[in-house]
């Protein structure tokens, strides 16, 4: 969505994002700790109002999971990892047709 790295980057992302869904919220949440590390895995709900991944509004609800990784070093953010399943959201957002059956 955003190209380069460092928090400008991110920042830049995030401004992008909420455009899009602005009232982005978990609506399921199972987090794990070990150690230094935090495994978070979210389904997440938001209305797709604004511009979005290239599409123009829909006004629909979309519904996406994503799992993160994080890491701490010496109590702050070192290292962060995710994993995002946008194929139903891209799908709702007329970016992806749906499959059909093959019978």
Do not use: C, N
């Not at 455009?19 to 199972?30: I, K, N, W, Y």
């Not at 070990?34 to 509004?57: I, K, R, V």
């Amino acid at each position: 969505m955003v190209g380069g790295s460092g928090i400008a980057a991110y920042k830049t992302f995030i401004a992008r994002f909420y455009t899009g869904v602005p009232d982005l919220r978990p609506v399921e949440q199972h987090v794990l700790v070990e150690g230094d590390e935090l495994m978070a895995m979210t389904t997440w709900s938001a209305t797709h109002t604004g511009t979005f991944l290239g599409a123009t509004p829909t006004h629909k609800v979309l519904r996406f999971a994503t799992a993160d990784r994080y890491a701490l070093r010496d109590g702050l953010l070192y290292r962060h990892w995710d994993v995002v399943d946008r194929l139903q959201a891209s799908i709702d957002m007329g970016l992806l047709r749906q499959a059909s059956a093959p019978f």
